[in-house]
């Protein structure tokens, strides 16, 4: 279903899940969604671990609930990682590293290393993280 918003279409749910501390579970589900969109090898991994970073902030920080969805179109793979909390404000969006020495604040940065786009906005009370590829 490459080009559609699979979010959209109703028919399949396999474009959204809820975060859970199976983490493992999210990756592997990534990583075969990111694979059937023609993502490949470190392309992809970026992809894995960007979204693993932002459902570990979800769990942490943002009300221990949040969702997923990913889906395609002609030049991008998008994912939403979406919190519960909405504390997460586009001001914490770390654009440089942590400070040395530092031993928390990485995932932020990470994700904006690691994807080619990487944004985040506050909607009805929640906070979305934004990950995106070039397909």
């Not at 493992?24 to 969109?37: C, K, N, P």
């Not at 009300?63 to 979406?82: N, Q, R």
Request: some cysteine; charged content about 25%.
């Amino acid at each position: 279903m490459t080009g559609v918003n699979r979010d959209m279409c109703g028919g399949d749910h396999s474009g959204h899940r809820p975060i859970t501390t199976d983490l493992s579970g999210l990756r592997d589900w990534v990583q075969r969604r990111g694979a059937e969109a023609g993502i490949k090898g470190v392309r992809l991994d970026d992809l894995v671990i960007g979204v693993n970073e932002a459902a570990i902030n979800v769990l942490e920080h943002g009300g221990g609930t949040g969702t997923v969805s990913i889906w395609d179109d002609d030049a991008y793979l998008t994912v939403d990682i979406v919190d519960s909390a909405g504390l997460l404000t586009s001001d914490r969006a770390r654009t440089q590293r942590p400070p040395e020495g530092a031993n928390r604040g990485f995932g932020l940065w990470l994700m904006g290393l690691l994807c080619d786009e990487f944004t985040v906005s506050q909607e009805s009370g929640r906070s979305r993280v934004r990950l995106r590829m070039r397909l």
